[in-house]
């Protein structure tokens, strides 16, 4: 069975400039989430998808990430315009309706 | 929100060396998993354990849930045990999101 797969693997780009970063949860889980870790902090949720519709996006840090999920099953997060602070690791999880969380590689954004 | 503390923050071992983790969560959870971020930066399912006790080789875990902790136990470490180890919970009508620990990072020598 595949896992999570996220793409890219790494990102680099300018401030200001516009990233989306893709995830594939494993085939048949309603429940997909973002999370990311910045430097040197803690890894923080982002939001939360059953199927196609947002469950919880209390992590969203402001209006600059916007989450889909057209369809309900791959999810996109675009990132528009890009700053300094978005740096870091962004993690793609999905899940059955209960139970455990498989988490995606990361997709490692570098914002100069 | 609830708050998740690990212990020690840091940890070397010399390899066939035991060890234990600790995860203190200050409130009552519905999810609990320990996770171990390879030296690539994946994390790495290693349970979930919202109560209980559960085993898989060298690692074992148990989650005792009404004193709000959870403990990991490495036996007979070895090199490909190094990295970080995360704990994290799902606050009890959170919905499903995880709240991490800030990790314990393990690095295991020959």
């Known amino acids: 069975e595949a896992g999570v797969t996220q793409f890219p693997s790494h990102s680099v780009i300018e401030k200001g400039q516009t990233v989306t970063l893709r995830c594939d949860p494993i085939?048949?889980?309603?429940?997909l989430y973002w999370y990311r870790r910045v430097m040197g902090k803690e890894i923080k949720f982002l939001l939360h998808?059953?199927?196609?519709?947002?469950?919880?996006e209390s992590g969203m840090p402001n209006n600059r990430f916007l989450a889909e999920r057209t369809g309900g099953t791959y999810s996109t997060l675009k990132v528009q315009p890009a700053e300094l602070e978005d740096s870091g690791v962004y993690f793609c999880?999905?899940?059955?309706?209960?139970?455990?969380?498989?988490f995606g590689p990361g997709t490692r954004l570098t914002v100069l | 929100g609830i708050q998740v503390e690990q212990s020690p923050p840091d940890l070397i071992l010399q390899e066939g060396a035991n060890s234990t983790l600790r995860c203190n969560f200050s409130?009552?959870?519905?999810?609990l998993q320990w996770f171990h971020q390879n030296p690539w930066g994946q994390l790495i399912n290693l349970f979930y354990?919202?109560?209980g006790t559960k085993q898989n080789g060298r690692l074992s875990a148990t989650t005792v849930a009404t004193e709000r902790y959870s403990l990991l136990y490495i036996s007979s470490s070895q090199t490909t045990d190094s990295g970080v180890y995360f704990c994290?919970?799902?606050?009890?009508?959170?919905?499903?999101?995880?709240?991490f620990g800030a990790g314990t990072r393990l690095a295991v020598h020959p």
């Open positions: 994290a919970v799902g606050p009890a009508g959170g919905y499903n999101k995880l709240i």
């Open positions: 998808f059953v199927k196609e519709s947002k469950q919880d």
């Open positions: 409130d009552s959870v519905n999810n």
């Open positions: 999880a999905s899940s059955p309706p209960l139970g455990t969380q498989y």
């Open positions: 085939s048949g889980h309603d429940n």
């Open positions: 354990i919202p109560s």
